[in-house]
């Protein structure tokens, strides 16, 4: 074919292939799946997998072999200002202030899924260890099928993050600094193993680090410090000038070349570039990025996706490609998920985070299709397992976000959100107790109510307790006189009350203690919802209430206590609030020291049971007691909840028989046992926080405050 034939066939396929790409990309856009998986599986799509099935082999009539070199070059050429593109946007200083902990992480979520990968490296080369004829070294395939399965995809990670709003959350931001991490050491690892592959001897192998050593060297130590000068010059100019763009196009691919000659391929000579791009300069950054993605992700990427999907053809796979590529899965997943998840929980992260960042440092995409594409070009990769390698790469990026879901919930996602929104305004995000004082409680309840109410606040700092006093609304409405002298004079009496317990309690607690106390008294028509609403106005992290001491319906807060007691999802407003329902005692408690007991079973009552107990022993300077409910296995969950709180630094020991304790706290529902006459009962109802966090997370939250 000649090459004014060729032309028109280049303009033809990349129109053919930017529009499916932007096609999937969209779709698969409205699934919440990235983009550029759609984008991918366009490519795939227009290759033998599917096009190639239709009559008239149209993947060939299309896309003809004498046209697909050329393609290649535009691909290459796409690669280069991506990898460009990575490298500018991996910033280690992410893991600033976090650097041991995600360094930890990434570390294990790389050299497990490694390991695995070369324990299965010799029953895939056994199938796959001869490409075009020539045999492939065991040691070369064995260290690119580490490398392809320990990388995760930077770029698509945080576009997941940052379309669920998690990269302003505490796991987002730790998730983007192991990626960093993770990406800085794959693409560092390729550069060994490409070195390998193409020095064929030991010596080929060191003379090819060494000059990579000394690009290394160049790049950091002398064309850095050149490249920070477009900072000055970007700022003086108040904008990115043609030029100033250039001189980053002009380096990009000279720094490609160079790496290209050192034979560790181009795609390094580009990431490396982005690397030493300097970022003292926020506004410059972005322009380049704005200008090049344009180019690289509209024009040119959808070309490198359809050069891979030329190669990939899943019809062809068999029974016992079915098997490997099952083999794959669990070592390219499992790898990563079990060595991101135990060095995260090592590293003691919370459960949820640990789970989330396994699943989210599985991604792979773009990057893992980049780095096949290496093995393709380099011969250690046979096109069948390419194949395979390519759905694996599929398959774990759309799992990522599904899975996200489940583990971490718009809820959880949206409360971590304020708690950063408040942290960013320098509001305390102060531990609240809110205490409902009744009006009708017995003598000394009021007292005792809001000194328990302080107990409850554990060595939270800063914390407040806030007591409030809803009043009846008058039932009959006066016709001539207005009556607010007398209503006014009904809450200030109330509120006067109330502040003579808030002082009482500052003052107990001392002034430098970090707990203030506030008052709240008003009339209300609507018990349950009223006491919902000032629960979220205050951002309430308990709500303690005493027990009706009327029949129910007849105690002003009798309403309110059987509301609040319903499930959390029937009062969203108040959800993060647990909710704890108090009995006195009849009879004066024991003697010092105030002894804590808690009732656990499996519910999310008794992980709230068992948070607030250690926030009362806490408080008092005393252990907790923790024993099972009648409820089966509930025996082996309160050892579960001793062994956590120990775990925690908190001191806890088994349930003994024949003692009689200050306090027990059980879940809300669960049937009362026999406790003395002296000791304070409390039934806890969970609030969404204990029901989305397992137990270790709520001891968690009581020792890290």
Not at 96 to 120: D, N
Not at 238 to 249: C, E, H, I, K
Request: net charge negative; with cysteine.
């Amino acid at each position: 074919m000649q090459l004014t034939e060729i032309i028109p066939f280049v303009l033809l396929d990349m129109a053919v292939v930017i529009a499916a790409a932007r096609l999937m990309g969209k779709l698969f856009a409205r699934f919440r799946q990235p983009a550029v998986v759609g984008e991918i599986l366009a490519g795939v799509m227009l290759g033998p997998t599917l096009l190639g099935l239709l009559p008239g082999d149209l993947d060939l009539v299309l896309f003809p072999p004498d046209v697909r070199p050329y393609l290649t070059v535009i691909a290459q050429l796409g690669l280069v200002l991506f990898m460009f593109i990575v490298g500018l946007e991996v910033d280690l200083t992410l893991s600033r202030g976090r650097r041991s902990t995600a360094s930890a992480i990434s570390l294990a979520s790389v050299v497990l899924p490694f390991g695995l990968a070369l324990l299965l490296a010799p029953t895939l080369h056994e199938r796959h260890g001869v490409v075009d004829g020539r045999p492939v070294s065991f040691l070369a395939f064995a260290l690119f099928l580490g490398v392809a399965m320990s990388v995760t995809a930077f770029p698509v990670l945080a576009r997941i993050l940052t379309e669920r709003a998690m990269h302003r959350t505490p796991t987002g931001v730790l998730a983007l600094a192991c990626a960093a991490i993770d990406d800085v050491v794959g693409w560092s690892l390729l550069a060994v193993v490409v070195a390998v592959v193409v020095g064929g001897s030991p010596t080929g192998v060191a003379l090819i680090l060494c000059l990579t050593a000394i690009y290394a060297l160049v790049m950091f130590l002398g064309v850095r410090p050149l490249l920070a000068r477009l900072v000055a010059r970007y700022r003086a100019a108040g904008r990115l000038t043609p030029d100033m763009l250039a001189v980053v196009l002009v380096g990009v691919l000279l720094s490609a070349y160079a790496t290209e000659l050192v034979g560790v391929t181009a795609i390094f000579g580009a990431f490396v570039f982005g690397a030493v791009m300097p970022r003292a300069e926020p506004g410059l950054t972005r322009e380049v990025l704005e200008r090049l993605e344009q180019v690289s992700l509209l024009l040119l990427l959808p070309v490198f996706f359809l050069v891979a999907g030329l190669q990939v053809d899943v019809g062809a796979v068999n029974v016992q490609g079915g098997v490997e590529l099952l083999l794959i899965l669990a070592v390219a997943i499992g790898g990563k998920f079990l060595g991101t998840a135990a060095a995260a929980r090592l590293q003691r992260l919370p459960q949820r985070q640990a789970v989330a960042l396994g699943l989210l440092l599985n991604t792979r995409g773009l990057t893992e299709i980049v780095v096949l594409q290496v093995g393709l070009q380099l011969g250690v990769l046979a096109p069948e397992l390419f194949t395979l390698m390519v759905i694996m790469a599929l398959v774990t990026t759309i799992m990522t976000e599904p899975l996200l879901r489940l583990v971490y919930p718009d809820r959880i996602v949206q409360r971590e959100i304020a708690a950063a929104e408040r942290a960013e305004l320098g509001q305390a995000d102060a531990f609240t107790v809110l205490v409902a004082v009744s009006s009708d409680a017995a003598p000394g309840d009021g007292e005792r109510l809001a000194a328990l109410g302080r107990s409850l606040l554990g060595r939270e700092r800063p914390a407040r307790v806030v007591l409030a006093r809803l009043l009846p609304q008058p039932p009959v409405a006066l016709e001539l006189a207005s009556g607010l002298g007398t209503d006014l004079a009904t809450i200030t009496a109330a509120g006067g009350e109330l502040r003579v317990l808030a002082r009482r309690l500052e003052a107990q607690a001392g002034p430098d203690s970090g707990v203030r106390c506030s008052v709240v008294a008003r009339f209300s028509a609507d018990f349950p919802a009223d006491l919902a609403a000032l629960a979220a106005t205050v951002d309430a992290d308990v709500v303690l209430v005493p027990e009706p001491v009327e029949p129910e319906g007849e105690s002003e807060l009798a309403g309110a206590v059987a509301t609040l007691a319903a499930p959390v999802t029937v009062l969203p407003q108040v959800a993060d609030a647990a909710l704890a329902v108090v009995r006195f005692p009849t009879v004066p408690p024991p003697p010092e020291p105030v002894q804590v007991a808690v009732l656990a079973d499996a519910s999310a009552g008794a992980r709230a049971a068992v948070r607030l107990g250690a926030q009362l022993a806490l408080h008092h300077g005393t252990p907790v007691a923790l024993g099972g409910t009648e409820e089966r296995r509930s025996g082996r969950r309160a050892a579960a909840a001793v062994q956590s709180l120990r775990r925690h630094g908190i001191d806890a020991y088994d349930l003994p028989d024949g003692v009689v304790f200050h306090a027990l706290l059980l879940p809300d529902g669960a049937e009362e046992p026999r406790v003395g006459a002296a000791t304070t009962v409390l039934w806890v109802r969970p609030g969404a926080a204990d029901v989305d966090d397992d137990l270790d997370q709520a001891v968690a939250r009581v020792t890290t405050a």
